[in-house]
């Protein structure tokens, strides 16, 4: 669906009264009381919001199905649904809402159910059958649906549509349908996300605005990443503010003077993990585009809202308003780096990240809202992912060589950490060499990698055929070290550790760094890979990178490889491919 800008109470109102005379604004009732004029709402929203600026007036739409009667919400428990802010009584009917609120949205919008029964030319001496303001004291629950009627004293709209409920709900739901048949009649159906491999027509990133550990230039990442694409590929940068986008359009000019194949655009974002939380692009049975938009809640470290949270969650509505295509919403919470697709119904996540955004949420449910918003016909579920990649707060890991060692806000697992689809046959998976078992991480590693090498080897496409897998060597454990005042120090310094230990406040802190090769970026000409060797660094890490370079070049004989120096982006939780997104060529 097209997501739906909140309006104000009304436009503007158009007098409307049930009498065929445009002289005479009252009508005689059938018991001989005068009835008062019935205000008719010219204005395109789909949902009615009240006078307060909120859904339903503020009533809870739970306590309609569990109380059976309206009952105001709470300001401190809202919930903002398309634009619309709903308030509810208690956390528990919040959290019912979200996992879904079509069950619980009344019918046509939230508009008086008895103004839409009336059809043009015939009614109680009416041509104007729409939406009218609905009282949410007035409503009926039929066939597990709530229905809103507008109440005052010379006009009960619920009392009228009682007379002749079936027929009136025929016509509402026609007239309500013509009144919206973008949203009602064109319900977007998915066909399918498409595979990163798939033909792009461009790369999306967001400009950096800080580094992670001081001295590892985030922005230096970006910069290599642009200049390896920019001959080939359309680059859309995306800039927090007009003073950011300057300053970038800035120095990028310096080195590219005309700008070719760099294009900027300004979206409200505080995190460069465009990825995650960014436009996840679609087809749809139409034949033309949409975005899925899954709930966020910053990769479980924060409520959805939460301030910052609420702006990540906004981006990909932004991208869809400024490409003017649906945006799909969901309230399931899931990152795009948690899911990787071979574009023909197949989709590969790891279950611990999916089943901890979403506790209450079985597989089967999750499967149903990913073919939904996605296409997808076949879940393969992996069961972890690597151990660097632990959820912060969880406590430090134990390291062979240097004891504790924090992680760096990572993701609990994210899949396109350690498996990716290659085609649509074909995934890479990582795998742990036997010469690091000695290492306690790696170790954890290699359980984790070939236990979710088994659940592939007997996984199937959804046309019944097995995939062909293949390893791509895990790069060594590399530890560094961070400081007060770095970035990352002074975010997870804040955190309360479930673990019960204590964050040595003020002294020098390990961190293990999430290293990978797979956290690669896919384009139609190049593969932009990492790479870890630097001078000082023992031969091994270099032989690994060469090693893993050789192997993307034997799986992607077409593309171009190149391998760059990721690790100021590692430091903050990600890879390459967690801050770039690909684009398909968009259809409307």
């Known amino acids: 669906m097209k997501y739906i800008k909140k309006i104000p109470y009304a436009l503007f109102l158009i007098l409307f009264t049930t009498c065929g005379t445009p002289n005479n604004n009252k009508e005689k009732s ?90 043009t030319g015939k009614g109680v001496g009416s041509n104007k059958p729409g939406k009218y303001p609905s009282t949410p004291t007035s409503f009926k629950i039929i066939n597990h649906k709530l229905y809103l009627f507008h109440d005052s004293p010379n006009f009960r709209a619920k009392e009228r549509w009682e007379e002749n409920e079936l027929k009136f709900l025929r016509k509402a739901d026609r007239t309500w349908k013509t009144i919206h048949p973008k949203k009602e009649n064109e319900k977007i159906t998915v066909l399918r996300q498409m595979a990163e491999f798939e033909d792009v027509e461009a790369i999306r990133l967001i400009w950096p605005t800080y580094d992670h550990k001081n001295g590892e230039s985030v922005e230096e990442v970006t910069l290599a990443i642009i200049d390896t694409l920019v001959k080939d590929t359309k680059i859309i940068i995306s800039c927090a503010d007009d003073a950011i986008r300057d300053e970038a359009k800035n120095t990028l ?140 707060f ?54 984790r990698l070939e236990k979710n090498f088994e659940i592939l080897s007997g996984s199937r496409d959804h046309d019944g055929n097995l995939f062909t897998i293949k390893r791509l060597p895990l790069p060594s454990t590399i530890l560094t070290t961070m400081n007060p005042g770095d970035y990352v120090y002074d975010y997870v310094k804040t955190l309360n550790y479930q673990d019960g230990s204590l964050f040595p406040e003020g002294n020098s802190i390990t961190v293990v760094v999430p290293a990978s090769y797979l956290n690669f970026i896919i384009t139609n000409k190049v593969i932009v890979g990492q790479k870890y060797w630097r001078d000082g660094m023992p031969e091994s890490i270099r032989l690994q990178d060469e090693k893993a370079k050789a192997i993307l070049k034997e799986v992607f004989p077409e593309r171009k490889v190149v391998m760059i120096d990721a690790l100021p982006v590692n430091l903050g939780g990600g890879g390459l491919h967690c801050i770039t997104m690909h684009q398909p060529k968009i259809k409307k």
């Open 30 to 119: 059938r018991t001989g009381s005068e009835k008062s004029t019935l205000y008719f709402l010219s204005d395109s929203s789909y949902y009615y919001v009240g006078k307060n600026g909120l859904g339903v007036g503020g009533y809870d739409v739970i306590s309609y199905f569990t109380k059976g009667k309206a009952i105001e919400g709470k300001d401190s428990n809202s919930y903002e649904h398309e634009g619309v802010t709903y308030h509810f009584v208690s956390e528990q009917s919040r959290s019912l809402f979200i996992s879904n609120p079509e069950k619980y949205l009344p019918q046509f919008g939230g508009y008086c159910a008895f103004g839409l029964r009336m059809e």
């Open 253 to 392: 000019t310096d080195i590219y003077p005309n700008l070719t194949n760099l294009v900027f655009e300004v979206i409200p974002s505080i995190e460069i993990w465009v990825r995650d939380m960014g436009p996840i692009f679609v087809k749809t049975e139409s034949g033309g585009h949409a975005i899925a938009d899954f709930n966020f809640n910053s990769w479980g470290y924060a409520d959805t809202l939460y301030a910052a949270t609420k702006i990540e969650e906004k981006y990909d509505e932004g991208v869809a308003k400024m490409l003017s295509i649906p945006l799909i919403s969901s309230p399931m919470i899931s990152e795009g780096g948690n899911r990787e697709v071979n574009g023909k119904g197949t989709l590969m996540v790891t279950e611990k990240v999916e089943s901890g955004r979403n506790p209450t949420m079985s597989r089967a449910d999750m499967e149903v809202e990913f073919e939904r918003m996605l296409g997808i016909k076949n879940v393969i579920w992996l069961e972890e992912g690597l151990v660097e990649d632990t959820h912060t």
């Open 394 to 447: 969880l406590g430090p890991l134990n390291t062979a060589e240097k004891g504790n060692a924090y992680t760096v806000v990572t993701t609990n697992g994210h899949v396109d950490e350690f498996a990716r689809f290659v085609n649509d046959s074909t995934i890479l998976l990582a795998a742990v060499d036997s010469t690091e078992l000695s290492d306690p991480l790696a170790r954890e590693n290699h359980h």
